[in-house]
């Protein structure tokens, strides 16, 4: 089902990467040794795992992509993915002076933690003119992650930030603006590049981290468990620092959201021991695609949120952070089999 409007599809724009995932049999202290059990690459990044969920969920959905690579084999890995799924690469630029960007991700064996090492590379060359030059029939522009772009993350004397006038920019095109943010441990960053960008996003798509260093106060999930009411308070507040449409804050637990109209709504995660948990590496993401496949499909806000927690269930069960995802008719018959449990924010219920 997609609109008869003249914008249809989603366009991401953001961080290209190479995930190069080592499974280790703990995370060593410094100067310590740990094994690794087994390694692999796969393209990564915001960008990146949101359309590939996207394309499983509905390879109908017109998807592009648009973002700097490195003219090497990481680069044209990258390529290479995105033709398999079909998915619009055309406004992916080589920089001859760059590498492509990657991250080695260490995920310890004694409890699933993921560690990360990045390097920037080729993603530092995306900016407000690279955005600019932009144009693409897609009715959702999906920008990730800032904190993460370098070219984008700094002051800008109109907007604030580069990354909120981009945001304006897209606005301005026609686009409907969806941001997600890497969990950047300096509580003033948010401050200087991020809260600028909120009046400029329709749709903002985080996590309880960057939610709480967004609104300066404790994460929602501090002490282990989920303090709903606050997770709920801190959604509003993100709404009245001006994002606006909608405000979904996601968690281990389940997640959140609020709308500019009014509405709220909380829904549990979908149950996996822990024994089938293979990595959680891309689950925010997956969660991201599930909201925005509805949001552009027109659901109401509880099945959004559903199919966001529904596409981050099935993520738990790969190691890399595309290959779980799964089609619509799954995540969707998923749904229905939970359709009587009792989750901790109201059932999920709109209220």
């Not at 992916?92 to 920037?120: G, L, Q, W």
């Not at 002051?155 to 304006?168: F, N, R, T, V, W």
Request: charged share 15%.
């Amino acid at each position: 089902m997609h609109s008869t409007d003249q914008r249809c599809g989603v366009l991401a724009i953001g961080n290209l990467i190479v995930d190069k995932t080592h499974h280790i049999s703990c995370y060593p202290a410094e100067s310590f040794l740990a094994v690794i059990s087994g390694s692999s690459s796969s393209p990564g990044g915001g960008a990146v795992n949101v359309l590939f969920d996207l394309a499983r969920v509905d390879p109908q959905l017109p998807l592009c992509i648009a973002g700097t690579v490195g003219d090497d084999e990481d680069g044209r890995l990258i390529r290479s993915e995105f033709k398999a799924r079909a998915i619009d690469a055309t406004r992916i630029v080589s920089v001859p002076d760059k590498p492509t960007s990657f991250t080695h991700v260490m995920i310890s064996e004694t409890n699933a933690t993921r560690t990360f090492f990045h390097s920037h590379g080729a993603n530092s060359r995306i900016n407000l003119e690279f955005v600019r030059a932009l144009a693409a029939p897609a009715r959702i522009v999906h920008l990730a992650y800032l904190l993460l772009l370098e070219g984008l993350d700094v002051a800008d004397a109109k907007y604030g930030s580069a990354g909120a006038h981009a945001l304006a920019v897209l606005q301005a095109k026609g686009f409907r603006t969806s941001l997600d943010l890497v969990s950047d441990g300096d509580p003033d960053r948010y401050r200087r590049f991020i809260a600028p960008a909120l009046p400029y996003t329709d749709y903002l798509i985080i996590n309880d981290i960057e939610a709480a260093n967004l609104t300066g106060s404790a994460s929602a999930t501090a002490n282990g468990g989920v303090d709903w009411d606050a997770a709920f308070s801190q959604a509003h507040r993100l709404l009245g620092m001006g994002v606006g449409e909608l405000v979904a804050i996601h968690f281990p637990q389940g997640a959140v959201a609020v709308t500019r109209s009014g509405q709220t709504c909380g829904q549990g995660s979908y149950t996996v021991p822990k024994a089938q948990v293979v990595s959680a590496l891309g689950a925010g993401d997956a969660f991201c695609a599930g909201m925005l496949y509805g949001l552009h499909e027109g659901y109401n806000l509880p099945m959004c949120i559903k199919l966001g927690c529904a596409l981050a269930h099935y993520n738990l069960f790969a190691a890399s952070a595309i290959d779980g995802a799964a089609p619509l008719s799954e995540l969707l018959a998923l749904i229905d089999a939970n359709a009587s449990i009792a989750f901790a924010a109201s059932q999920g219920g709109v209220h």
